[in-house]
C-alpha cells in the first residue's frame, strides 16, 4: 500500500480485520479471494481489492434484508436509520451506531464552518426530513457550529417566506433547484422582490445544479446572497464528503481521517490523488462500525484542483465533479459528460431551456448523439438557425457532433424524470 500513509494503512487493516470477524458479506468476499485474517498485516495490497458497487449493497439487502449482511453490529446497537434517496437506483438501507452518527456530524462542521457559517446566522433548513439523510443528518451540524438552526423541510412556501420575514432569517440550507421555485413564487404569486427576505448566505447540496454555469449567478442576483456548494456526500457514506470555502473554487475534501478517498481510471485501476488528476471517487470507511464500506464507488467523476498531505499525513484536496461514470458516453474516441452540455446551453438562453436529455447511442452507432431540447420558438427558420449555432458551437467546445429534436417548454420536467440527462430511448417524450 504504497500510496497510504502509515496511518491510514493502520486504520484500514484494523477494518478490515473487524469486517472479516464481524460481517458475513466481508467475510465471504475475503474467503472467495483467498484473503485470511491473517493476511491483513503491513503491505497488504489493499488497492488490489475489487471495487464493491451499489448493486452490490441493494442484492446484499434485498438477499438477507432489511440491512444486509454487511451489518457489522447487533441491531440493537443501531441509533439511527436513513435511506438513500434512490435516484439512480433502488435505495438502500444505511445503519448508523453512535459513532457512525458523530463522525457524520465531524465532517458536516468542517464544512459548514469553512463556509463561514457559525455564530450570529439564522439559517433556515429547508431539506427533506424523512429517512433521507440530508435532513437530520445535515441539520443538526448548523448547531453545532454555533448557527442558530431553524428546522423547516420542504412545501408550504407561504410559512416558509412569514417565517424568513418574521424570524429575521439571513442564511439558508437548501438544493439550489428550490431556491429557483422560491424565487418564482417570490415573483410571481406574493409580488415581492426576492431580495427583501434578507438571505445573506445559501449553503447548498443535495443535488449538482450550482455546478451548471449560470445557476450560482442566478440564484445570487435574485436573492442578493452569496451562495456556497457547502454540501457534497453520499448517504452510505458520509452525508458531507466536501463543501466550498471562502474562495468557492473547488469543493474541499473534510473526511480526512474518517475515509480513504482514491481515484479510479475507466478499467477501475486506482491512479494517484494528484493535481490535474480525472477519475472515479472511491471511498472507504475508516470507522464505520455498523456497514463498513471498502474500495465503494461513488459514480462520480472528479477533477483534482489541488492536493497535499497534511502534518497527519491525511490527504487534504479540492475537486470539482465533471460528470458521472454511469452516464459516461464515449463518442468517437472522445469522453463526453452529458451535464457538460449545460455549459453551452447557457450560452443560448432564453431561446433554450436547460431542461434536457440525451439519447443514449446505440451500439450500432455509438458516434450517434441525439439531445431532446425544449424551446419556446416555433418550428420555422429562426428554430433551424438555433438548430445550426447549436451543433457548431458543441462541436467547437465539447468536439462532438449532436442532431437535435425541439419539444416545447417544461415538457421534459413532465416526462417524471427530472434528475437524470440520459434516457434510452425518446419514445415516451415524443409521442
Known sequence: MSTINKEEESLILHALRRAYNRSPFWRDRFLDLGIGENDFRTGFPFHSLPLLSKPDIIEDQEEHGPFGQILSVEPEDLRRIHKTSGTSSKPIFVALTEQDILDTYATSERAYALAGMGKGERVIHCLSFNMWSGGVTDFIPIERVGATAIPFGVGNTTMLLHTIRNLQVNAISSTPSYMLTLRDRCEKEFGIDPKELGLRHGYFGGEGLLQVPGIREEIESAFGLTAYDANYG???????????????????????GILHCEMVDPEGNSIPVVKGAQGELVFTTLRRQAQPLFRYRSNDIAEVLWSDFGEDGLLRMRFKIIGRSDEMLVIKGVNFFPQSLSSVINEFEPKVSRNFRIVRPAAKDPGSLHVILETPLAVGDEQAT??????KRVAEMLQVKISITWVALDRLVQDGNKSKYLIENANEILK
Open 234 to 256: 453520499m448517504s452510505e457514506i458520509l452525508s458531507i464528503v466536501g463543501g466550498e470555502g471562502p474562495e468557492r473554487n473547488g469543493l474541499v475534501y473534510h473526511a480526512h
Open 386 to 391: 438555433l438548430t445550426t449555432s447549436m451543433q
